[in-house]
């Protein structure tokens, strides 16, 4: 009896070690990734696609905003995240130990409900907006209507920190409105529904929605454009890694970075990061904070 009790105690255990070992087997194939939902929507689907076609390693994709991306990635919680703003170690320790790779560029777009008759709004209209003093479509040109504006919740948000620096110059402004949401795809939904709406996101996903983009300053968020510099609200998209990325981590950066990935991003109607790299340069003169 005690032999057969033997026996299948060794049989269990050589199965939980065989289950185990393919497990780790299969987890060294698998990266995952959190963070920017504009990148996340605009071309991540895509590029892990073709970097599993081409290495059989899976990239599994999460949401959460750029903080998170950032965040966990240097703590070890994901392996590579998505960020569309630079790193804060002011904010949190943490983000001392992320690194981050430019990947592709994007604008950030102006966008209302598709009915909405606007076609272009100014950098002090969009100041009033945002700050309260403008409240009412009618003040645009538009229907007798008030605006609802929606915004990321929190200061450090991609979209967040980037409106804040770029056209406020006052990372620390609030803005007063009710309709603060957690990323920005449910932004996005929003304004498809609601026929007053406005908010301001990432071209790369606003052009997957079935929403109204607006000019700014005269100047429509087109590729070309953005590539000339000649529309100033845009901002770098990066992978981030940890301060020591596995192997398979650092192939899918060069992946994304290369020409079939850079391919990849052209074909989603976004600017892949090497294509313009003196938007960096203009960035500067513009007076943007890009450290």
């Not at 996903?205 to 429509?220: C, H, L, P, Q």
């Amino acid at each position: 009896m005690r032999t057969h009790q033997f026996v299948y105690s060794l049989l269990a255990a050589m199965l939980l070690f065989t289950t185990n070992t393919y497990a780790i087997a299969d987890e060294d194939n698998i990266i995952r990734w959190a963070g920017c939902g504009i990148t996340k929507k605009a071309f991540m689907a895509e590029l892990a696609k073709g970097f599993e076609k081409k290495t059989g390693i899976k990239v599994m994709l999460e949401g959460g905003g750029a903080t998170r991306g950032i965040r966990d990635t240097s703590t070890l919680k994901v392996d590579i995240g998505g960020s569309c703003r630079m790193t804060l170690p002011e904010s949190d320790r943490s983000e001392l130990f992320a690194n981050l790779h430019p990947i592709a560029w994007d604008a950030l777009a102006i966008i209302v409900h598709k009915n909405n008759p606007i076609q272009n709004i100014r950098t002090q209209q969009v100041k009033d907006i945002y700050t309260g003093k403008i409240t009412n479509w009618k003040q645009l040109g538009g229907a007798d209507a008030p605006i609802q504006l929606y915004v990321r919740k929190g200061n450090i948000s991609g979209v967040g920190y980037a409106i804040r620096q770029y056209i406020f110059k006052d990372g620390g402004i609030k803005f007063p409105t009710p309709h603060q949401v957690q990323s920005s795809g449910p932004l996005e939904k929003a304004v498809e529904q609601d026929r007053h709406a406005i908010g301001i996101t990432g071209i790369s996903s606003a052009r997957k929605r079935n929403v109204k983009i607006i000019g700014f300053d005269g100047k429509e968020p087109s590729i070309d454009n953005l590539m000339a510099g000649k529309y100033q609200l845009y901002r770098p998209l990066y992978l981030v890694t940890s301060t020591r990325p596995s192997k398979n981590v650092k192939e899918f950066i060069s992946y994304a970075s290369s020409h079939q990935g850079r391919e990849i991003i052209r074909k989603n109607q976004t600017v892949p990061y090497k294509d313009a790299p003196n938007l960096m340069s203009k960035m500067i003169v513009y007076g943007f904070d890009v450290k």
